[in-house]
């Protein structure tokens, strides 16, 4: 069974810093890539950034210079290093793990919330 259990969100002022994790398990987790997505309240979800099982990565532009990703694949684990936070960063956080090779396998974890708020 595929378990993606994200953890780290939380509340934090404008500016802070958040380290979100995402813990895998029942997958070949080196095998695959994996990206942080965000869906904030009545938007669609939106890739935030990736790395692929050779450590290429993506960040996407509105968050390029203040998010981090990175991966430990000793621990099966993927982090979304996140800085100088602001509001409009404020969403639902959700982890993915996507076979670069068959499209049917994604899988994704439930999510954890992280507001940006004074």
């Known amino acids: 069974q595929v378990q993606l259990v994200e953890s780290g969100g939380g509340l934090v002022q404008p500016g802070g810093s958040l380290r979100l994790s995402c813990a895998a398990s029942?997958?070949?987790?080196?095998?695959?890539?994996m990206g942080w997505y965000r869906q904030a309240p009545g938007k669609q979800r939106e890739l935030v950034a990736s790395?692929?099982?050779?450590?290429?990565?993506n960040i996407a532009a509105s968050v390029k210079g203040r998010f981090t990703i990175s991966r430990d694949n000793a621990k099966n684990a993927v982090y979304l290093q996140m800085n100088s936070l602001k509001p409009e960063d404020t969403a639902v956080y959700y982890c993915?793990?996507?076979?670069?090779?068959?499209?049917?396998?994604?899988?994704w974890g439930q999510g954890t919330q992280v507001t940006v708020s004074s």
């Open positions: 993915n793990a996507a076979h670069p090779f068959i499209t049917t396998m994604s899988f």
């Open positions: 029942g997958i070949t987790f080196s095998a695959y890539n």
């Open positions: 790395i692929t099982n050779g450590y290429n990565t």
